[in-house]
C-alpha cells in the first residue's frame, strides 16, 4: 500500500513502519557514503535514506519500501531508509529544464515551453491548485444561490459582439466561429425557465495584441440572472462569489499562498468594497494621477492605468482590495446593456458594472435589455440591422424576464490572487499570437 | 420580497399571506367570469386566481402580487388571489412553439430549433438539471479521490490520434484545431507531479455521420491518474465515480426522472457491475444475438449491436445495467495503449476498457504506454514517425509514472439514464453536421 510523502512521519510513528513511497527524485545529496534523496509526490516533498549510492537521474519517478524513520533533521521530522528500489521511469539525464531550481529565475517563454516539467516546482502547481479551487468554489457558491450549471456550444454561426474578433472554423461546408462567451446561450436558459444559470468554459478572443492581461483562450466563469432589478443585484451576487472563493481559498490552498507571499482578501472585505458609478470613478482616478505623478495628468476614461488608479484609491479609502464601477456610459458597453436613468436627464448611462481587483479588471457585467421593441429600437442607433440577431428577436419575443450576468476571467482571478506579472503564468497551456504549443 | 411558487403553500399557511410571485404565463383558463392562470417559475408551477380576465398571452413573463390562499383544487394545495398585476414581457401571440404541449409530440428537429421554448417544458428541462448533477458529482467525486481540476486548451497544433477527423481553425497566420480530448494534457499534468487530474470541457469530432450517438461537440469528462498498475485500477475509479453520480442524480433529481419515467442504477448494482474481457465479450455477443433473432447470427466484434447484446446479456446474468469490456485487442486501440500479457502468449491484447451502459458505450479507457523506448519502439508498427510526437516523447522522456485514464462521454450518460432516442436531446445546442444554429 502506498504512503504518501506527508504521511511518512504518521507512518514513522506506528507499530507497522515499513511502507512503499512512489514519486519523482527531486534532489540527491550524498554525504559520507549515505546517500539523501527527497522525493516528491502529488503530497509535497519527503526524504529517502540509501546506505549504497543508487543509481538515479534527476526527476526519474521511482518506488521504493522501506522503514519510516523518525528523524528531526529530515523534512517533515522522519524519513524513510530505503530496502528496495524500483525505477517506474528512469529519466534521461539531459533535462532541458531545472525543476528543482527557482522559477523566479527562469524566463516565461521557457516555464511555457516545458509546462510538463515547470509545473512540478511546487510554487508552479500552486497557481493551478489555486485556480482549481476558484473553479470549484465560483461553482458552489452559485449551486447554493439556485443556479443551474450548464455546457453550452463553442461553435457559433456569428459573434454575440457583431463579429470582430473572432476565430473562424471550417466546420463541414461552411464557416463558423469560435465563442467569444456564452451570452446569447446563458440569456437563452434563463428565458428558458431556468432563471439562474452559470457556465464554466473557454471563450475566445482573436484580438493581435500580446499584453500581460490578455489571453486569446480563456476560461470564462460565466453567470446569468433572470429577474432581477438592476446591476445593482449582480454586485451583490459578485460579492458572494467572490467572498466565497476567497474564503476557500484561503481554507484549503493556505500552503498554496505562502509559496508565493500571497494572501486572499477577508469576506468582510468583499462585503465592504465600495460601489462607484463611472463619472466618478474617472474622476477619482484623474485626482489619482495627479497625486502619484505630481502633475497634472488626466484620466479620460477607464483605461488600464485608471484601473489602477481606482484600485488604489479603494485601497487608500476603504481599505479594499475590490471596487465596482458601475454606470458606465452607453458608448463604452454593448448594445443590448439597459440603460438607465441616472436623474440628472441623461439617458447615456447604462446598468452595467466592471469589478476591479488589484488594479485590474476581472469582471464586466450588467443588465441587458429584455424588451422587445426596445431592443428593436436600440439596433439602427449602433448602426446594427435586424437582420442579424433573428435569434435576440425570437429570445425577446417570447417571453424573456429582466436579467443580466456578468463573466469572471478565471486566469485573471488567479493572477491577481497571486501578483503574478503576467497572466500566461495562470493558465496551463496559454494561446497567443505566436504560441499554440505545447 | 418574491416567493417561489413550490411556497405558495408555505405563505398560505402563515401568518403574512401577502406575497409577490414571478414567472411565464403557462396556461389560461377561464371558469365563470374567474380566471386561472398556471404561472411557471423555476420551481415549478402554482395557480392564481384573477377576478377579472386578464389580457395575457401564453409565455408572457409577468409579476404579480396577492394574497396566498389555501385551496386543496389548486395544484399545490394553494393559490395566489391576484391584486395587482405588472408585465414584464409581452410574449407575442404568434408563438412558434407550444410550449405546454407533450413534447413527446414534437420532433427533435422543432425541439432543437426552438431551444429557449422547448426547454420551458418541465420535463425537457429535466434532462438538463440532470446533466448539471452529473458534472457536479463527478467533480466532487474526484476531488474527494484527491483529484485536481485541470483546465487545458482547446486549441493544439495536431490531433492527438493522428491528425484524423479533425476541425481546423484559422488562428492568425496558422492553422490549428479543435482538440478531440484533452488527452496529451492530462498525461502531461499527471506528469507534471499533480498525479491525479479530471477535466471537464467540451471535445470536438469532425465526423460526417450522423446516428443517435453521436455529437461534433461535447461534453468530456475526462480523468487521468498515475501511479496504477492496470485497466483495473481505472475501472474501480469509474466504478465509484458512477456510483456517487447515480447516488446524487437519485436524491437530487427525483422529480426529474420522474417525469421520465426513469430511475438510476444502485450503488449496489455499479459495484457488481460485471468486468468482461473483449474476447469473451464477443462469444457472450454471439450467444445472444443467436438467441435473441433465433438465428445463426454472428459477432465479430464490439459494434453498437453487439454494445445492445453484451448489455442484454449483463442485465439477464448480473442484473446490471453497466458492464465492463476489458482486454482489448491491439488493432482496436490508440497505438499508446499498454499491452497487456494475458498470459496466452498473445501479445495483442491491451490494459484498455469501455463501459457499457444500458446498451451504449459511455467511457473508453486505459493505461497508457510511459516508457520512452517501449513507445518509440511502438510507433512504426503503427506506421507512425517520431517527428509527430515530440510532445508526447518530452513528456515520457523525463520521468513519467506509469498511469491511465477514461473518459465519459457526459451527454451519453445523460442520455441513457433518461432512455432518450437521440443523444442530441441532452444536448443543449447539439452541432451535427447541418446544424450550428441556434
Not at 519510516?68 to 517506474?88: D, H, I, S
Not at 524566463?107 to 489555486?130: C, K, M, N, W, Y
Not at 476567497?246 to 507571499?261: D, M, P, Q, T, Y
Request: hydrophobic share 40%.
Amino acid at each position: 500500500m502506498r504512503v504518501l510523502t506527508k504521511d511518512i512521519l504518521q507512518a514513522a510513528k506506528q507499530g507497522d513502519p515499513e511502507i512503499t513511497v512512489q514519486g519523482w527524485v527531486h534532489r540527491v545529496r550524498e554525504l559520507g557514503g549515505i546517500s539523501f534523496v527527497i522525493l516528491r509526490d502529488r503530497s509535497g516533498l519527503g526524504q529517502l535514506v540509501f546506505d549504497e549510492k543508487p543509481d538515479l537521474t534527476l526527476e526519474s519517478v521511482i518506488k521504493v519500501q522501506g522503514i519510516a524513520t523518525l528523524n528531526e533533521k529530515a523534512p517533515g521530522g522522519a524519513e524513510v531508509r530505503v530496502k528496495t528500489l524500483v525505477y517506474l521511469s528512469k529519466a534521461a539525464p539531459d533535462l532541458p529544464y531545472q525543476v528543482n531550481g527557482d522559477p523566479a529565475k527562469v524566463g516565461l517563454e521557457t516555464i511555457l515551453d516545458h509546462r510538463g516539467l515547470s509545473v512540478r516546482h511546487p510554487r508552479l502547481q500552486a497557481i493551478f491548485r489555486i485556480q482549481a479551487t476558484i473553479i470549484e468554489a465560483f461553482g458552489a457558491y452559485l449551486r447554493s444561490q439556485d443556479f443551474i450549471e450548464i455546457k453550452t456550444s463553442k461553435l457559433v454561426g456569428s459573434g454575440t459582439e457583431g463579429g470582430t474578433e473572432l476565430f473562424e472554423v471550417d466546420y463541414f461546408d461552411r464557416k463558423v466561429y469560435l465563442a467569444q462567451s456564452p451570452q446569447f446561450y446563458k440569456e437563452t436558459m434563463v428565458a428558458s425557465g431556468m432563471e439562474r444559470v452559470f457556465e464554466i468554459a473557454p471563450a475566445y478572443r482573436a484580438e493581435k495584441h500580446d499584453t500581460p492581461r490578455h489571453l486569446n483562450e480563456y476560461v470564462s466563469l460565466d453567470v446569468e440572472m433572470g429577474f432581477i432589478e438592476s446591476e445593482l443585484d449582480l454586485i451583490e451576487l459578485e460579492r458572494g462569489a467572490l467572498a466565497y472563493i476567497f474564503e476557500e481559498v484561503a481554507r484549503k490552498n493556505s500552503a498554496e499562498l505562502a509559496l508565493h507571499g500571497a494572501s486572499v482578501p477577508s469576506p468582510d472585505m468583499v462585503v465592504k468594497a465600495p460601489v462607484v458609478p463611472y463619472e466618478e470613478a474617472v474622476k477619482l482616478a484623474s485626482a489619482e494621477a495627479v497625486k502619484g505623478k505630481g502633475q497634472t495628468a488626466r484620466i479620460f476614461d477607464i483605461n488600464p492605468e485608471a484601473e489602477r488608479f481606482i484600485c488604489d484609491w479603494a485601497m487608500r479609502e476603504h481599505g479594499s482590495d475590490l471596487v465596482f464601477v458601475n454606470e458606465f456610459p452607453r458608448r463604452y458597453r454593448p448594445f443590448y446593456t439597459y440603460p438607465k436613468d441616472t436623474g440628472d436627464g441623461k439617458a447615456a448611462s447604462t446598468m452595467s458594472f466592471d469589478a476591479l481587483f488589484r488594479g485590474l479588471e476581472i469582471t464586466t457585467g450588467g443588465r441587458r435589455q429584455h424588451d422587445y421593441n426596445a431592443f428593436l429600437e436600440t439596433l439602427p442607433r449602433f448602426g446594427l440591422k435586424p437582420e442579424g440577431f433573428g435569434g435576440y428577436l425570437k429570445l425577446l419575443k417570447y417571453g424573456c424576464p429582466p436579467h443580466g450576468g456578468f463573466a469572471i476571467g478565471c486566469e485573471r482571478l488567479t493572477q491577481k490572487i497571486l501578483g503574478l506579472a503576467n497572466i500566461k503564468e495562470a493558465s496551463l497551456f496559454p494561446r497567443d499570437r505566436k504560441r499554440v504549443e505545447p
